[in-house]
């Protein structure tokens, strides 16, 4: 059997972050079993299309480097495919035409629910065939039996048809629901695996009677775990970012949003957290994939992205700062020694290195004077070591000599007055180690912010 898979988003808002989560899986399972990844644009819900949706997520997948080997394939220009579909299964009577109004649909769901019975449609239009328009037409579900299907990640799932709804899989304007489209284009497409996020586990049944009714096989289907937030609530744009654009623009990396996603339910078979793309290929089995949600969180990411950062070179990763930062690319060289251990996303450069280039920086009073230290004593040692380094040559080791020999003749602890002057200085509580920081700020910029600082505690 050749290996087939798709990815099929919807151009109906933000490149999603599961979308990149599903598409990397089947992307993996291609490529280890020399298979074919496809990419299709499901555009048929026409009234929640969003201008510029499909671009964007062809775009994302690019960056992340997902790229596909057949489309993009768009499901508005296979409309005739679908209609054909819809017509054999009427003829085969396992669908059938429907004209029942909203407002009827609407009350027969209210008095289900008062009922409180599974919310599904009574098959009035299969019984009593209807002569007027406008029609859709519904797929007939079997009233007894079960429907039943092999997942690979969690077994055999089975169905009662009683609580199967009989879903409208064309709409009257012509249009196909997703249950009709996705299994006319799976089939034609002649997918082998449906690898899709769980949130589709529910409609399978209904698309197992679809493939049924129209003769064709099943393909084998896995349905990967939903991403979770931390309180294990599916992910949302209200507990956490969901756009790929968001982390694109934040700057996480391409290789370390793939290493992370990789790890949502699937765990490496030497116990590995940091990998590439060709090693999770390598080992990629969907048989290793728990159907528990795992946890995206964003501080892991950050942190597996912030271990990216420090594998590049200074070079290559001062390239990449060019598209964060307004700084020139000579000044990029050289503070990024001084913050490379600590960044953790490209966005963060002018955060974690402004004060190096800014002639003025806001300095608070709070955090210069440190605790159990009076303002007028801060002020004094401020004043003395001012004086102090004006009178040294501008160097890393004159710069610590003299601070450590000061410090040594006050009772100050080093963290004291270390913490003095780099807040002083930086207007941060915490910096590149202090003396690398004032060697780069240079002796002008040094005095001036001593010198503010002063004036501020006066």
Not at 216 to 243: M, Q, T, V
């Amino acid at each position: 059997m050749k290996i087939r898979v798709r990815i099929p988003p919807s151009p109906t808002g933000e490149p999603h972050i599961g979308t990149a989560y599903v598409a990397l899986f089947n992307y993996a399972f291609a490529k280890k079993e020399s298979g074919v990844f496809i990419l299709r644009i499901e555009d048929t819900d026409r009234s929640r299309l969003v201008a510029d949706s499909e671009k964007k997520i062809i775009e994302s997948l690019k960056w992340l480097g997902l790229v596909w080997d057949e489309g993009p394939y768009r499901q508005s220009e296979r409309l005739p495919l679908y209609k054909k579909a819809a017509e054999e299964l009427i003829e085969s009577k396992n669908a059938y035409y429907c004209n029942c109004t909203p407002e009827r649909l609407s009350k027969l769901r209210e008095e289900l629910q008062k009922k409180k019975e599974m919310p599904r449609y009574d098959k009035k239009c299969f019984y009593s065939p209807p002569k007027k328009g406008p029609f859709v037409v519904r797929l007939r579900v079997p009233e007894k039996g079960d429907t039943s299907f092999e997942d690979i990640i969690r077994g055999k799932i089975v169905f009662k048809n009683k609580d199967i709804d009989d879903a409208v899989i064309l709409k009257s304007d012509g249009w196909p629901t997703y249950h009709l489209a996705s299994v006319v284009d799976d089939a034609d497409m002649r997918i082998s695996h449906v690898i899709r996020a769980e949130e589709w586990l529910s409609s399978t049944p209904k698309h197992v009677l679809i493939y049924e009714g129209l003769g064709k096989k099943l393909p084998l289907f896995a349905h990967l775990p939903l991403l979770r937030n931390p309180d294990r609530s599916k992910i949302s744009k209200r507990k956490n970012p969901i756009s790929l654009l968001w982390y694109k623009n934040q700057g996480f990396l391409p290789q370390a949003m793939l290493n992370y996603l990789a790890l949502m339910g699937w765990s490496h078979p030497e116990g590995k957290e940091i990998f590439d793309l060709n090693d999770f290929i390598e080992h990629f089995d969907l048989k290793r994939i728990d159907p528990t949600g795992p946890v995206f969180d964003i501080v892991k990411l950050e942190w597996m992205n912030g271990e990216y950062i420090r594998k590049m070179s200074n070079d290559e990763l001062a390239k990449r700062l060019t598209d964060f930062t307004h700084v020139k690319s000579k000044n990029i060289a050289n503070v990024l020694p001084l913050i490379k251990e600590r960044i953790k996303k490209l966005s963060e450069f002018d955060e974690l290195t402004g004060y190096f280039f800014k002639d003025v920086i806001e300095i608070e009073k709070e955090i210069i004077v440190q605790k159990g230290k009076s303002v007028n004593e801060t002020k004094k040692v401020l004043v003395e070591i001012s004086e102090v380094l004006n009178e040294i040559d501008w160097n890393k080791t004159t710069i610590e000599t003299s601070i450590k020999e000061y410090q040594a003749n006050i009772g100050w602890s080093n963290t004291d007055l270390f913490q003095t002057i780099r807040a002083t200085t930086t207007g941060k509580r915490s910096a590149p180690p202090l003396f690398d920081t004032l060697e780069m700020l240079g002796k002008k910029k040094t005095a001036s912010r001593i010198k503010k600082a002063v004036s501020l505690l006066s």
